[in-house]
Structure formats: structure tokens, C-alpha cells
């Protein structure tokens, strides 16, 4: 079966940095997913890791550690408008078109 | 450029009616999927269509629920009878087959309330 993992919730400051994780485990692997989604709408992309390391847009990075399977999403400075939920999904290895999402992380940013 | 496009946005309606639930992908987009959101279940893959075919429907939860793709720009996600428990938000997702670094891009979703 496929299992993703996620906290269901976390709180941080305005201006602070925040790491939310993801463990995985699935039949297969080609490529994990972020996808911000604030309350009352639709998921938006994020980012894309699919080899191990590091990417990083902007004040969002996200990191991959195949072997662990395991990601985490950085946010860097932290602004209101980052409260929302934060989901993983992995794309499954023999399948290109299917994914598995976790449950999401609610971040809530406080003043 | 246009993103995915449901309709409606909200639909109340009574138990035992008929449901139907629509959604225009992204022009050029050549794969469609339909998801279910709940608190309790999260964002659940129903079916999905690769150039207007179902490909696999192993998440569509009974035979009351139906899906088709008459064309590359249209489909619907039909329930028939509805249920109190049916009620979720229903999003419809696009993307571009074969390439690996494509996310899927999420309409608006439908709230569906069946009381």
C-alpha cells in the first residue's frame, strides 16, 4: 500500500522559518510534489523534487532524501498569507499520472 | 491562460437526487483526474482519463458514481442517488501526460452538500 505522512499542524511566528516533513512509502517512486492550499480553495503547486538535494524558489525550498524516503519544505520568512495547508504527494514510480497525497500540514502564521 | 474550470462552485441539493458535477481542463492538457476532499479522508483520487479514456476508476467508490470524457475540453462527474455521506469538495485536476516534472492543475472544486 502507500503511505504519506505529514503533521497535521504547526505553528509559527511571522518572519521565522518553518520546516514542514513528509515520509513515504511506496510501491514505487518518480518525483514528490508540493502543493500549498489555503482554506476554501483549490491545491496550487509549489514545488518538484525528484532527484535527492535541495530546490529552491524564492523564500519556499523543498528537499528530498530518496533513500529515506523522506521531504521536507522550508519556508523562509514567514508572512500571514502562508497560513494555509501544506500537502505532499508522490507520483507513483510505474504509473506517471498517478499521485499520493498526505493529509496536508495546517500552518498557522501568527503576528 | 484559463486554468481547470468546474462547475458549479457549491450545490446544495436533497438525498436520492441526481448530482452533476462538470469541468473543463486546460486546453492542451491531455490527462483529467477527479478527486474527493474530506476532512477525515483527505484528497482522494476517483478515476482518471488519459486523451478522453478512462484509465482507472479503482477509486471511484460505488456504482452510483459515474464519469465520462466525451471530448478533450469537457467531462463530468456524475452521482445518482445521492447521499448525505457523498457530501465533500470535488476537485477536478489537468495535467500533461508523459512529462515527468508536470504537476496537476486543480479547478476551483465543487462544494456538495446532500442533506
Known amino acids: 500500500g502507500q503511505n504519506i505522512d505529514q503533521p497535521t499542524e504547526m505553528t509559527a511566528t511571522e518572519g521565522a522559518i518553518v520546516q514542514i516533513n513528509c515520509t513515504y512509502q511506496t510501491s514505487g517512486f518518480n518525483g514528490l510534489f508540493w502543493y500549498q492550499q489555503h482554506a476554501g480553495e483549490a491545491p496550487t503547486f509549489l514545488s518538484y523534487n525528484v532527484l535527492d538535494g535541495l530546490e529552491e524558489k524564492g523564500r519556499f525550498s523543498s528537499f528530498l532524501s530518496r533513500s529515506k524516503g523522506y521531504s521536507y519544505l522550508l519556508l523562509k520568512e514567514l508572512q500571514m498569507k502562508d497560513s494555509a495547508s501544506y500537502l505532499c504527494a508522490v507520483r507513483d514510480g510505474n504509473n506517471f499520472n498517478k499521485f499520493y497525497f498526505g493529509s496536508g500540514t495546517k500552518l498557522n502564521v501568527k503576528p | 491562460d484559463a486554468g481547470v474550470i468546474q462547475s458549479p462552485r457549491h450545490e446544495v441539493t436533497e438525498m436520492g437526487q441526481e448530482v452533476t458535477l462538470r469541468c473543463k481542463p486546460i486546453?492542451?492538457?491531455?490527462?483529467l483526474f477527479w478527486y474527493r476532499q474530506t476532512m477525515m479522508r483527505g484528497l482522494e483520487l476517483l478515476i482518471y482519463f488519459n486523451n478522453n479514456v478512462p484509465i482507472d476508476d479503482s477509486g471511484m467508490p460505488e456504482d452510483r458514481f459515474s464519469a465520462k470524457m466525451p471530448n478533450a475540453s469537457f467531462s463530468t462527474l456524475k452521482i445518482q442517488p445521492s447521499e448525505p455521506r457523498d457530501s465533500a469538495v470535488y476537485f477536478c485536476?489537468?495535467?500533461?501526460?508523459?512529462?515527468?516534472?508536470?504537476?496537476?492543475?486543480f479547478g476551483d472544486g465543487t462544494r456538495l452538500s446532500i442533506l
Open positions: 485536476a489537468s495535467s500533461l501526460w508523459g512529462a515527468s516534472n508536470q504537476p496537476q492543475h
Open positions: 486546453s492542451g492538457h491531455n490527462s
